[in-house]
Structures are given as C-alpha cells and as structure tokens.
C-alpha cells in the first residue's frame, strides 16, 4: 500500500520535478561559489521538493494556465532551506538529512549570511509574481517561523508543555509554510476567496499531519532509515506530542522515572528502548497518529469542491502520504 | 556652519520624526517581549532616522500627498536594524553604538532570529504598499547586503585590497539600502521613470559618501565622540579607504611597517597614533574626503531637475551633512 502510494506521488509528480530541479539550480547562481556550497549542501541532497509540488498542483486546481508556475514554486524550497540554515545555527543540530549541519561544517556568520541570501533570492522570485498577496503570504510565513523559534527556544527544556503549546510551535515551524505555498498558488490563480481560503487550510492541515509524522518517526524509525539517531528532537530537550501525551497520562512513578531520562545528560540506548515502551503503553504513538489522521481527513476535506483532477489527485494522495511514509 | 546645517536638519526632519518613532514602537508589539528588548537595544538608542526619513522626503518630493509614507518609511529601519543584528553575529563586533553589542547580551540565536523577525515585519509593512517594485527593490537590498557581506567576510584580513574592491563593499554594505530607500519613496508616489532614477542616484552616492565619512571618522574621531575606539575596522581587519590610499602610496618601508602594525594581534594607542600620522602624511584623509566630497556634489546633482520644495531642501542638505558631520 504504502509504496503503491509513493509511487503513484512519483509519477504524478515527475514530470514538473526535472523542472524545479533546473530553476533552483539557475536562481542559485551568484558569483559567489561559497554560497552554492553551503545552499547546495541543503538544497541539492535528495529532498522531496514537497513545498514547489504543493504550490504548482494548487495553481493548477485553481485553473491558473501561465505557465509560470514551476518557476514561481522555488519560493518555497528556499524559504525552506533558508529556515533550516538558520534553525541549524539556533539548535545546535548536528545532523540534517544525514548529513552534518551546515554551521558545524562552515561558520555560524556564513550560515547565517547564506540563510539571507537565500530568503533575498526567495523575495526576488516573489517580486516577479507582481502578486501584493503572495508577499504577504510570505512575511507572515518569515514572521511566524522566526517568532515560533524565538518562543521554542524558551521553551527548550521545559518538562510541563502542553499540548496546545505543542500544536503552536509546529504551526509556526511547519504548518505555515506548506500553508503559505498551497495559499500562494491560488493567490497565482487569482482563485475565487473561498477556493484560496479552502487551499490555504488544506496546506494547514497537511502541515500538521506532516510534523506529527515527523514526531512519530523520531521515536518508531531506525537510525539507518531516519539518517540521525531516533529520540534526537528529546535529546535536544524538545517534547514532542508522543512523548507529552505519554507524560499526561502516566502514573505518578513512570513520570518521575521518565523526567529523569529526558533530562538526563546522557542516556544509554537500553533507556530509550525502555522510554519507547512507555510511551507505547500510554498510547503516546497510537494518541499522535490519530490526531494526524484526524488533519489528513480534514485535510482531504477541503479539496471536496474542487472538480476531479490530476491537481486534485496529487493534493489528495500527499495528505495521505504525510501519514503513511516512513522517512 | 556644521552646527547650523544639522540645526537646519533637524528642523526640517523633526515634524516627522515623533511620527516615526511612534510606528517603530507600535510595529514591533509582538507578544514576544524579548524580541522587543533584543530590537530596542538597535532601534532605540538614538538612531538618526536617516533612510526613512529619506524615503518620505523622495516620495513628497515626487508629488506623494496619501499620507502613508511615514507608515512605509518604517521598512528601511527595520531592515537597517535587521542587517545591524546579523551583522554584529558576523563580526563578532562588540561596540555598536557605543553599547554593546546584541550577541554579546544575548545568544547568537536569539539575535539571528530576532533579525529575521525584523526582515519579516519590514516585508509585512512592504506588502501593504501593494507595490512589486519596492518588492523588488527590497529583495535587491536584502541579497546585495547578504552577498557584500559574504564577500567582505572572505576579504577579512587581505592586506592588498584595492580602492575598486573597497568601493564594492561599501556599495553593497551602506549605498544599496539607503539608495532603496530613496528610490521606494520614489516609487510609492507614482514617479516618472526618470525621476525615480535620479532619486535612486542620487540615494547611492549619498550612501556612498555617507559611509566614506565613516570610515574617516574611525580615523579622525575621538573615543568619547565616536563612543567606540577609533580605528575599531583596522582592528577587525577591515581596510577602508584612508588606509587604502596611504598603503598605495607609502613608501617600501613605511609600506612593511604599516602592514605590521595592522595585522599586529593588539598594538598600543601610540601605535595607532603614528599609524594615523602616516595616513596623513600619505594623504589617507584628504584623498577619502575628495571622494567623500564628489559623491556629494553628484547626489546634490541628481536633484536639480526637481522643483523647488522643503522635501528638496532636506535632501539637499542632508547630502551637505553627510561629510560635515562629526559622528
């Protein structure tokens, strides 16, 4: 099921991949070889291209025929990149996608310098969509992103979070740009109001469904598949909805004991197995799976006016696929 | 005469400036308090309002009557402080202002964050001009400055550098955003093509002779005024042009004994004192005031096609103040 899935997102998807591959390289080209190294380094080792993807398909559902809409897409994979260079520098990650952090392997300023030189590149494309709306899409993507690190930050190490502080941290840290892409290729459309508003909810609930998943992984996949050690995001003193739902629910004794493994400075990897177990008996992973399912179904939803499309149908088989994929 | 001409400034400046400081404040109420202390270290501790209060000027002088163009004004302040931020994570530089600098109060993150978070809110008040060219303007801004400072980055402690790689960086370092500024007024109200030139042109020499003064005033100014130690860019290994020009010029001997002392990993204030006695000797400060002075006289000329009004005269002066100025 699950690879029948992919494979079906693969095919649909294909035909504009090659494409965005071409533009993100052209648009990367300065005079400066030091920043497509760095850049490269993110933007050039295997991601998924999800943010363009969802951009063109929701242009397209929303009839928009231009042709300009892979060209426009890029926006999204540098914003991306630009805020995974900047959360690198901010948490101290060691490892993305595999591989080592940008800033462990150059220096904090060229990092940071090259996350603006990518949001700049990111603006510059904006500006030629000569589309008022999607500018705002995107300072309110920048302005949440930067506002939802700010306020993790303080939040770092804190044992008491919420689950609705949960859910506001991966809004700004996720949800909001695969919202804002999905929004912007309506806005490109120029969409009737209730179809950019029904797109722009559907990115939401992608989003969400997506982080959650994310969340799941970092406790249920494999060192080998994941490409960094599981319990990485614990280990970085972030709770995430498993590991606090798990903490809400368990017995006065488990919590202490699993406090006590969270903050520990280090853990050996029998803990963790234990700690994983834990959170299995407190339904942590079935409780985060099912209300990933719950924004996948709402998500779903908000194509359902939408008439039947290859657009449609992509859109449709990636909420299904926030879910279903194992890395 | 200097103090008559600030004199004159200030008068001319000061309707607007109460307005401005009002819209700084309000803009960047967050519910985020610490984004307001990190931002307000930058932003309110006494800055000339210089970029927005040239953008209104070339909107007004260009025929601009809606009266939003102190709300707009605001995004070259923001994007001043924004670049001021990354920049002190970049340099490590540990005297802004005569305070200290923001990453040495706060962590690297927070100060890299808090700049974007600034980025994004100048982005929020530029889309609402509902104008893709100040888009437009604003992603060349924020790519040249992250670009320049790249580039300077790698020229950090290059001891031939030439009075051509000197004048790119500064380009890119101060002109670009306050020539932006100028153009962006320009652009708000609609101008000719020709006029919104001259007023780009005229925001690049301004800019240009601006940071000209600058640099000689790390040269020529006391501690108390410069509320930093004179000399604080050959420190950092930054050569700007006195130092530039006297290396040129300087004989071999004099050449090996000034490259010494500047690449000396700490020398004592007598030291400088000869060094700066050399840079007279070698013309250092007359030749940059020269330079400083042409730039001047080109942005003074860039305004001549344009009536006759105080927004004129403000500009005008403000050219005047550029090099007169004392800090």
Same mark, same amino acid.
């Not at 948490?91 to 090259?114: C, F, M, Q």
């Not at 969509?129 to 993790?152: H, L, N, Y």
């Given at each position: ?6 494979? =079906? ?13 071409i ?6 080209? #300065?005079?400066? !070889? ?15 291209? %999800? =943010? ?11 009839? @928009?025929?231009?042709?300009?809409e &892979?060209?426009?897409? &890029?926006?999204?994979? @540098?914003?991306?990149?630009?805020? %995974? ?10 490892? *993305?996608?595999g ?5 462990? $392997?150059?220096?904090? #300023?060229?990092v940071?310098?090259?996350g ?6 990111a603006?510059?494309i ?5 589309? #008022?709306?999607i ?7 920048? =302005? ?10 303080? $939040? ?14 991966i809004? *700004?840290?996720?949800a ?14 120029k ?9 722009? *909810? @559907?990115?939401?609930? %992608? ?21 960094k ?5 614990m +280990?970085?003193?972030?709770l ?11 017995? #006065? ?9 969270i903050?520990?400075?280090?853990f050996?990897?029998?803990q /963790? ?9 407190y ?5 985060? *799976? ?13 194509? +359902?006016? /939408? ?5 449609k !149908? /992509? ?5 299904? @696929? ?6």
């Amino acid at each position: 099921m699950t690879k029948g899935l992919k494979q =079906r997102l693969i095919e649909t998807g294909a035909p504009d991949l090659e494409k965005i591959e071409i533009a993100l390289e052209h648009h990367l080209k #300065p005079n400066l !070889e030091l920043v497509r190294q760095i850049a490269s380094h993110l933007l050039f080792s295997g991601g998924k291209r %999800l =943010r363009p993807l969802l951009m063109i398909h929701s242009a397209r559902l929303c009839g @928009y025929r231009q042709g300009f809409e &892979i060209q426009f897409s &890029i926006i999204f994979e @540098y914003l991306h990149a630009a805020t %995974l260079l900047h959360d690198d520098v901010v948490d101290g990650a060691d490892i *993305r996608r595999g591989k080592k952090a940008a800033h462990t $392997k150059w220096s904090t #300023p060229k990092v940071v310098l090259t996350g603006d030189f990518l949001l700049a590149r990111a603006l510059d494309i904006a500006a030629e969509t000569r589309e #008022p709306d999607i500018i705002k899409v995107i300072a309110k993507i920048t =302005r949440d992103m930067s506002q939802g690190e700010i306020d993790q930050l303080s $939040k770092k190490g804190k044992l008491d979070l919420s689950e609705q502080d949960y859910l506001e941290i991966i809004e *700004r840290k996720t949800a909001v740009l695969i919202q804002g892409a999905c929004q912007s290729g309506a806005i490109l459309a120029k969409a009737q109001k209730e179809n950019e508003a029904a797109l722009s *909810r @559907y990115g939401f609930h %992608l989003g969400m469904a997506f982080q959650m998943a994310d969340d799941l992984l970092d406790y249920t996949a494999s060192a080998e598949v994941l490409g960094k050690n599981p319990g990485a995001d614990m +280990r970085e003193g972030k709770l995430t909805l498993p590991l606090i739902h798990s903490l809400a629910q368990a017995s #006065p004794e488990d919590q202490t004991w699993m406090k006590e493994v969270i903050t520990a400075s280090e853990f050996k990897s029998d803990q /963790f197995e234990q700690l994983k177990e834990k959170i299995i008996a407190y339904k942590g992973i079935d409780y985060t *799976r099912d209300r990933a399912q719950d924004h996948v179904k709402k998500a779903k939803a908000c194509l +359902r006016g /939408f008439e039947d499309c290859p657009s449609k !149908e /992509f859109l449709s088989l990636m909420a299904e @696929y926030a879910i279903e994929r194992k890395v």
